[in-house]
């Protein structure tokens, strides 16, 4: 009889290493490289979900606008094109999330969730955006007994902040998804579900360019400073490797991939987060699995996972975390069977009925920008002309275009009440340089990896970190 390891091995034999979000897609037509020199009055710096918002929506304010987006590889080739996509009306990676980082400003945020999420869901319909979107909610839900805390305590802040949701017991779980391991859920039914990210980031792509943003792909940021203009102000100065842009303003939308440079690699460390994809279901798999309502799903396990479908059945898993010494964004190790045999085993916890009964498609990890705060903050260069947003922590799908709306406020000194918050005035601490990091990251991810089975000192290092400001288990 095979080990459950050999099982998982088999499942992920002719998997592709890559994000089945993109390598489903037909190939697309590429932008040209910046090969002259370029004045604009915003510059945009990545070509993901953030940057994407950003330019849009300074043309839908300002149509004269000159708007230039540089991305160093291709449009959604970071993060933006590889997470679950389950869409969430928090900005601040949830409401317990926003509770411990700005208690005094939560219901707020919560208000400026909602009224983001109904804009993306405006925009979606106005542009027309082709992206496979469900607005089927997303759903929590308990491991076993043990998560029903949780769950009751997640559903009464959904109530308190003026959310709808519905808490489900064992029996009405089990009705939605059949697991044997889900013992309760909180369904949050409105202004969230599920999209196809990379259709969204090449629908995004579309309308900026068609609103007049001047896109130009693989043209990488190579260094930026101050350029004196006696008449006209301070500008700042964007060198790539063909040309340069003379920018009024500059939007950095980098996220993770911004931790080389040394300031924004004090706040913000590339975690990565994996992911597993499935073949297409059959009807009998779908009908053994329920999941009529096609929620996506958050489990209450202390490394917690996630799952969604996509158009075509397929079961979308995720959530084990990993780092690699240095902020590695690209590690070999990610591009084999070997670091998705934990998730693929949880995978079977969760859906026993499949075990051996399904193979996977794509397997992937990338990076996340993980900051203390686990949500967008702000730091400020030149002067202001130049400002730099990022540290979704893989919340970022709608929370970005949030995110990128302020960043516009803040760099053109626009008086909103959103400017003056304490999330857009401050910055997470501060994350010990290498080799410190890795040490701490490789023995949190091994605690959180065996804390729910093993406990003991697991559980006293979890309550450290987090208490040095790390909310590794929200």
């Known amino acids: 009889m095979l080990t459950n390891d050999e099982i998982a091995h088999q499942a992920l ?42 330019a849009i929506q300074a043309k839908e304010k300002n149509p004269q606008k000159d708007v230039v987006l540089i991305e160093a590889f291709s449009i959604a080739n970071g993060a933006s094109g590889r997470p679950a996509a389950i869409m969430s ?38 542009y027309n955006l082709d ?55 909180v369904w949050s039914k409105k202004r969230s579900g599920t999209i196809h990210p990379g259709k969204l980031a090449r629908e995004l792509k579309r309308v900026a360019s068609e609103l007049g943003v ?7 940021h190579v260094s930026n400073k101050i350029h004196r203009d006696k008449r006209q102000g301070d500008k700042v100065l964007v060198s790539t490797p063909h040309a340069d842009i003379i920018a009024n303003k500059v939007m950095l939308a980098t996220n993770a991939w911004a931790v080389g440079h040394r300031k924004i690699r004090n706040r913000v460390s590339a975690i990565r ?8 279901l059959t009807d009998e798999q779908m009908e053994s699995i329920g999941w009529n309502n096609r929620q996506g799903i958050y489990d209450t396990r202390t490394q917690l996972n996630y799952l969604r479908l996509t158009k075509d ?26 670091p998705y045999i934990r998730l693929v085993n ?5 859906f026993p009925q499949l075990k051996g009964k399904i193979v996977f498609s794509h397997a992937w990890s990338g990076p996340i920008a993980l900051t203390t705060r686990m949500a ?25 275009r949030f995110g990128a709306r302020v960043a516009l406020a803040i760099l053109h000194d626009e008086d909103i009440p959103e400017t003056k918050m304490t999330f857009a005035r401050t910055q997470p601490n501060y994350i010990p340089p290498e080799p410190f990091r890795w040490i701490g990251a490789k023995i949190t991810m091994y605690a959180l990896d065996t804390v729910d089975e093993k406990g003991g000192w697991r559980k006293l290092w979890v309550k450290m970190v987090e208490k040095m400001g790390f909310p590794i288990t929200l």
Request: aromatic share 14%; charged share 20%; hydrophobic share 35%.
């Open 13 to 54: 034999n002719a998997t592709r290493f890559t994000t089945y979000w993109l390598d489903s897609l037909p190939t697309a037509s590429i932008n040209p490289v910046l090969e002259q020199n370029t004045y604009c009055d915003l510059l945009v710096v990545g070509g993901g979900f953030c940057g994407l918002w950003g």
């Open 89 to 126: 009306t928090s900005v601040m990676h949830g409401i317990d999330n926003t509770e411990r980082m700005f208690p005094q400003e939560v219901e707020e945020l919560e208000r400026l969730g909602r009224e983001n999420m109904d804009g993306f869901r405006a925009a979606v319909e106005n």
């Open 131 to 185: 992206c496979d979107v469900e607005w089927n909610g997303e759903l929590t839900v308990s491991i076993g007994d043990q998560g029903l805390e949780a769950i009751n305590e997640g559903f009464e802040l959904y109530l308190k902040y003026g959310h709808d949701a519905q808490k489900l017991d064992k029996n009405a779980v089990q009705s939605e998804i059949h697991s044997p391991i889900f013992h309760a859920g």
């Open 214 to 220: 001047r896109i130009f792909e693989y043209t990488p």
């Open 273 to 280: 987060d994996r992911i597993v994809v499935t073949e297409p």
């Open 313 to 338: 059945n397929r079961i979308l898993f995720g959530g084990r975390l990993g780092y690699f010494y240095g902020d590695n964004t690209d590690p070999l190790y990610d591009k084999s069977p070997a």
């Open 346 to 350: 949880a995978f079977y916890r969760t």
């Open 376 to 400: 967008v903050h702000y730091q400020r260069y030149h002067g202001g002309n130049m400002v730099f947003a990022g540290g979704y922590s893989g919340f970022g799908v709608t929370a970005s």
